[in-house]
């Protein structure tokens, strides 16, 4: 860990770091990914409706969506690098409870505290990422989202393989993961403090340039507008897919819950892909650009997944999973630079709404299906990326470069 204690100049990649936080990204985003992957264990051991799963669901990502800006904005005004760990200590309490809870109510409970823990992290996470970035403020930030997407690909795998032959108390193997967790962001915290104080000495704040023309207070709120449209209707579609696809999946095609994980984890796990070539696509062909085609070749793909056979439900999925997460990283970086002063508050807008629309869709389409069905919803799901094509309004970017 001496690495993350070396100073840099500004502009200069810090790869450790880059990749440390993206590592602890990676564990932050897979204790949340427990919790669907507990959805079928859950269905079962306690005979929960689609309905309650979603307000699981919900709870966990209201709570992160709600607090993320709010952090956001308070550590840009005075950053906390010792948020972090505490962060993952929260996430720590959630897990044990989750594991534990004999009752309902406790889950709610314990999902809270998780979806604490996250809100702390994300957006002090990404400021960590900004700060190592230097020059390659796409690839940083691809390398930060990719270890949360890694994380939330997990979820399939959690519930394959711990939580189908271990049950409810399998989620305590978990509690190892935060623990290392706590220790590897209390040492990038320490490389975190340094860095402000060296910027004290200096007098000279770390800035960002931004790649996009000068814009009005009213473009750049529709921009912004615009954004989150898009984050809404991609958010919507992956949290069908992570929480809800395995009971399409069970239901018409006749899937054990381990073959449906399976499935599932081929579209997340390409997502996490997408995600890591988002940032360097970005930088190369524009941040605009990358975000149209994301929302752009899923559309046609997403209106046949429900009609397909088993096979072609694979080959569709992996195109699906890399193009809908190809932008999620840029989102983050393209809302940064429509408002260059606030890094944290961006981070916490655009990935605390993200959390948001899962919440939100979440409880919908768990309503939905209770009351039409899991097919129908399905169809009506895979409607969703046509509403991204709204990135189409968004202001045209330039390549900049960054000097050391």
């Given at each position: 860990m001496s690495k993350l204690n070396?100073?840099?100049?500004?502009?200069?990649?810090?790869?450790?770091?880059?990749?440390?936080?993206?590592?602890?990204?990676?564990?932050?985003?897979?204790?949340?990914?427990?919790?669907?992957?507990?959805?079928?264990?859950?269905?079962?051991?306690?005979?929960?409706?689609?309905?309650?799963?979603?307000?699981?669901?919900?709870?966990?990502?209201?709570?992160?969506?709600?607090?993320q800006p709010v952090v956001g904005f308070i550590s840009d005004k005075k950053p906390m690098p010792y948020a972090l760990p505490l962060g993952m200590m929260s996430s720590f309490v959630g897990m044990a409870g989750l594991a534990f809870a004999p009752q309902y109510w406790m889950i709610l409970v314990s999902v809270i505290f998780l979806g604490l823990g996250s809100a702390v992290f994300h957006p002090e996470g990404s400021r960590v990422s900004f700060m190592a970035a230097g020059s390659k403020r796409g690839?940083?930030?691809?390398?930060?989202?990719?270890?949360?997407?890694?994380?939330?690909?997990?979820?399939?795998?959690?519930?394959?393989?711990?939580?189908?032959?271990?049950?409810?108390?399998?989620?305590?193997?978990?509690?190892?993961?935060?623990?290392?967790?706590?220790?590897?962001?209390?040492?990038?915290?320490?490389?975190?403090?340094?860095?402000?104080?060296?910027?004290?000495?200096?007098?000279?704040?770390?800035?960002?340039?931004?790649?996009?023309?000068?814009?009005?207070?009213?473009?750049?709120?529709?921009?912004?507008t615009l954004l989150m449209v898009l984050i809404f209707a991609r958010s919507f579609y992956v949290t069908n897919m992570t929480n809800f696809y395995i009971f399409h999946l069970m239901e018409n095609y006749g899937m054990t819950i381990k073959e449906g994980q399976l499935i599932i984890f081929i579209f997340l796990a390409l997502g996490a892909v997408g995600t890591f070539f988002g940032g360097p696509m970005a930088d190369r062909m524009g941040r605009r650009n990358v975000i149209i085609l994301s929302m752009a070749v899923p559309i046609p793909l997403s209106l046949l997944l429900p009609y397909v056979p088993v096979w072609a439900i694979i080959l569709l999925l992996i195109a699906i999973g890399f193009f809908i997460m190809l932008s999620f990283?840029?989102?983050?970086?393209?809302?940064?630079?429509?408002?260059?002063?606030?890094?944290?508050?961006?981070?916490?807008?655009?990935?605390?709404?993200?959390?948001?629309?899962?919440?939100?869709?979440?409880?919908?389409?768990?309503?939905?299906?209770?009351?039409?069905?899991?097919?129908?919803?399905?169809?009506?799901?895979?409607?969703?990326?046509?509403?991204?094509?709204?990135?189409?309004?968004?202001?045209?970017d330039r390549k900049i470069t960054i000097s050391n």
């Open positions: 070396s100073s840099h100049k500004m502009g200069n990649p810090v790869y450790p770091i880059m990749f440390a936080i993206g590592v602890c990204h990676l564990f932050n985003d897979t204790l949340q990914a427990v919790i669907p992957a507990m959805f079928p264990v859950l269905e079962l051991e306690l005979g929960l409706t689609f309905t309650q799963l979603g307000l699981i669901s919900f709870m966990l990502n209201i709570v992160a969506s709600v607090l690839l940083s930030q691809s390398i930060y989202q990719v270890g949360g997407n890694s994380g939330q690909a997990l979820a399939p795998l959690i519930s394959a393989f711990i939580l189908v032959p271990l049950g409810q108390k399998g989620a305590a193997l978990f509690l190892v993961v935060a623990a290392v967790g706590i220790f590897l962001l209390s040492k990038i915290s320490a490389w975190y403090k340094k860095q402000l104080e060296l910027e004290k000495l200096s007098k000279r704040k770390r800035t960002l340039l931004s790649s996009l023309p000068a814009l009005t207070k009213k473009q750049v709120g529709v921009a912004l990283s840029v989102t983050v970086v393209y809302a940064q630079e429509l408002v260059p002063s606030k890094i944290g508050t961006m981070a916490g807008l655009t990935v605390g709404l993200a959390f948001g629309m899962g919440a939100i869709g979440a409880v919908v389409i768990g309503i939905l299906m209770d009351y039409v069905g899991v097919y129908t919803t399905m169809i009506v799901v895979s409607t969703l990326p046509i509403i991204g094509l709204v990135g189409l309004g968004l202001p045209k």
